[in-house]
């Protein structure tokens, strides 16, 4: 069974960083695009970054910069990070772990991990 678990949300104030972290289990996920996804309020939920499992990385025009995605393999699980820098209010989402399946219709979601930019 396939699980994705974020951590590391929390207030931070604008300039500042924060890392998050996503834990995925269940799957060798050699066959999927991992990726970072947010959804601010009243907004609808967008694409933050994606990494594959040759770590090739794609981000959204708003974090080019500022935010890294990142990928580590233990024998059990993955670990997909984002790394934020430089943040600002306009980063303040709920943000998403993904798991694409890359040859169909596969999704695997996180519950979120809640990020507020605030001073």
């Known amino acids: 069974q396939v699980q994705l678990v974020e951590s590391g949300g929390g207030l931070v104030q604008p300039g500042g960083s924060l890392r998050l972290s996503c834990a995925a289990s269940?799957?060798?996920?050699?066959?999927?695009?991992m990726g970072w996804y947010r959804q601010a309020p009243g907004k609808q939920r967008e694409l933050v970054a994606t990494i594959t499992s040759a770590d090739s990385t794609n981000y959204a025009d708003s974090v080019k910069g500022r935010f890294t995605i990142s990928r580590e393999r233990d024998s059990a699980r993955i670990t997909v990070y984002l790394q934020m820098n430089s943040l600002t209010p306009e980063d303040t989402a709920v943000y998403y772990c993904n798991a694409r399946f890359r040859y169909g219709t596969i999704n695997y979601w996180g519950n979120g991990a809640l990020v507020t930019v605030s001073s």
């Open positions: 269940g799957s060798s996920f050699s066959q999927y695009v």
